[in-house]
């Protein structure tokens, strides 16, 4: 297992949480698909920034596939209908450490990926996660792109850089 990671590109690069997918209803309510995994976790922040407007949480619910929010700033349906794809964010100074072992998705994508044996595979541009665990996705300096479950048999260390079995490798 790796060390946490340090934040790549910086603290204060903005990492997003949730993304407004929609009004919901007539009083300022949005639709929030969510990128943390539950719809409290938001309330950890005071503030998000969303399209460089301050948004302040007044409430948040969990919603069918996300949560519904209310935000202090927004009053009707047409101010919620024009957030639409707006992504709701946060600088990475603001997210809790991490422990051993525990990474941020945001902090893999754009690390190199090498081999056990040092050798240059590519860049990480992706993690999903499909349900059985997390899948980063890595390109290769050809375009051509290759997925590794993130565990420890496939990926033994990440520490500003992505270390992959070449078993795994595809």
Known sequence: MAKPL????????PVTLAAVIGAHGV??????????????????YPAFD???????LK??????NGAIARFAEIADRDAAEALRGVALTVPRSAL??????????ADLIGLPAVSTGGEALGTCVAVEN?????????????????????RPEAVPEWDGRIVVDPAFVR
């Open 96 to 105: 809790p450490p991490l422990g051993e072992g525990e990474y941020y998705h």
């Open 27 to 44: 009083t300022g309510e949005v639709r929030l698909k969510l990128f943390t995994d539950a719809p409290d976790n938001l309330k950890a």
């Open 6 to 13: 340090p934040p790549a590109g910086g603290a204060d690069r």
């Open 59 to 64: 409430a948040v619910r969990p919603g069918s």
């Open 130 to 150: 499909f349900g059985a665990g997390d899948v980063i996705e890595i390109e290769r300096p050809d375009g051509k792109r290759f997925m590794v479950p993130m």
């Open 50 to 56: 969303a399209g460089g407007r301050a948004l302040t």
